[in-house]
């Protein structure tokens, strides 16, 4: 059946989108802000936090890169108005980094100044190598003049161990991931190439690394030994839980969500939607071989 899945898998760009649509659902919001309030309303009410992602990373034009940020503009006056318990996630690349990093820059103070008139952030997510020392340079000078901005690092890339010093040193809140990006072989640590748990005692050391020096983290994975030993570190630190937060994708992992939940840790899922729903779910249904059995449930009728 694993085999069956994972042909089925990479067969998943030549699905009918209706049946890709409808499986992505758990994935995804939807195409517009209404759908995402209501999902947002949803997991608020079952006691989650939100983060908001406006699906489109492959912009060419910075009047794509103004569209993105006016997509996010209305969904930042929606979580306000709303009273939606929410922040949002960016890619900047999304916004025209790679274009003109100073008007990125500028879209970024926008989004930054309307988050905070509504008592939300931004969390700058973190892209492929080529953007990485970009990003870390354009949260720092955004840092400089917004309390409300924080960045993901990726626990894969070796260099992280260098990024995340001044960080820690001037407090500023960051998210740890694995790092989701095929990287080169000698950006990664040792053997996360061919073994993802090879990661796991690196995002260990980070995460731990946040807490020796009070800052604020977003500890992002849905790997249960890796959150167990998380937890493990929490306690035998007595670290306070206004310290961290645990954050997963929407869809991925939701009973493992829900017991750290019930265990009183505050829990952020991150919810995308958007017009861009098509590109997005084959990534995901690509990912994940088990989902793709689901599509061939619904395809063959058995
Ligand atoms: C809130 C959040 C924010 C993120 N931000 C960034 C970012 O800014 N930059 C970046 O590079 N990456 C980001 N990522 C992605 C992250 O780096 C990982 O690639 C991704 O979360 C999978 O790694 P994992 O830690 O869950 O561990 P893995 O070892 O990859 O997975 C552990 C287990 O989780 C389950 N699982 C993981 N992913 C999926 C999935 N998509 N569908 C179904 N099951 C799954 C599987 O059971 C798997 O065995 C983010 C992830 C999250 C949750």
């Not at 645990?246 to 939940?261: I, S, Y």
Request: with cysteine.
């Amino acid at each position: 059946m694993q085999l069956l899945n994972t042909l089925i898998a990479r067969a998943v760009p030549f699905i009918p989108r209706s049946i890709v649509q409808r499986l992505s659902r758990r994935y995804i919001a939807g195409a517009t802000i209404e759908e995402t309030a209501r999902r947002t309303r949803q997991l608020n009410a079952q006691g989650f936090c939100v983060t908001l992602d406006v699906l489109g990373e492959g912009i060419s034009t910075m009047r794509e890169a103004q569209a993105t940020a006016e997509e996010y503009m209305h969904l930042l006056e929606t979580i306000r108005t709303q009273g939606l318990r929410a922040d949002i996630s960016v890619k900047p690349s999304a916004l025209g980094l790679l274009l003109d990093v100073a008007e990125c820059e500028g879209l970024l103070d926008q989004l930054l100044a309307s988050a905070k008139a509504g008592g939300s952030s931004v969390c700058i997510d973190m892209e492929d190598a080529s953007c990485t020392q970009l990003e870390i340079d354009l949260f720092t000078r955004l840092r400089s003049r917004h309390d409300n901005v924080s960045i993901a690092l990726q626990a894969y890339l070796q260099r992280s161990y260098r990024d995340i010093e001044p960080l820690v040193g001037l407090g500023f809140p960051l998210r740890i991931c694995k790092g989701i990006y095929l990287e080169d072989r000698q950006h990664l640590v040792a053997d996360a190439w061919n073994r993802r748990a090879a990661i796991n005692p690196h995002f260990l050391k980070h995460v731990a690394r946040c807490f020796e020096t009070d800052t604020f983290v977003a500890i992002a994975t849905h790997d249960e030994s890796l959150i167990d030993q998380i937890i493990e570190l929490i306690r035998r630190n007595g670290i306070d839980t206004a310290r961290f937060e645990l954050q997963m994708l929407l869809g991925v992992c939701e009973p493992l969500r829900d017991r750290l939940l019930r265990m009183g840790f505050t829990v952020r899922v991150y919810v995308p939607y958007g017009a861009d729903w098509y590109a997005y779910s084959v990534r995901r249904l690509k990912e994940n071989p088990r989902i793709a059995g689901h599509v061939a449930r619904a395809l063959l009728g058995f």
